[in-house]
């Protein structure tokens, strides 16, 4: 398969079952690219150095505590 519209296609054929694991696997999928991303971003932020500020504190600055 080459394009989208090919594999939308495929898609679209799948039975029931089929189409629900593979909706499962992309869920997966795309909770990993975005533990990566933000993982990456977290690291980033460590890497600037700075002062640390507490988690409390980081609440309180936001109103939440």
Known sequence: MSTVLEIEKAI???????FWQLVE???AKREAAEDAADVARAEASLAEGGENVSWDEVKK???WK
């Not at 679209?12 to 089929?18: C, R």
Request: hydrophobic fraction near 30%; charge should be negative; avoid cysteine.
């Open 12 to 18: 679209e054929s799948l039975p029931q079952d089929q």
């Open 25 to 27: 696997w992309l869920e």
């Open 61 to 63: 600055e936001m109103g």
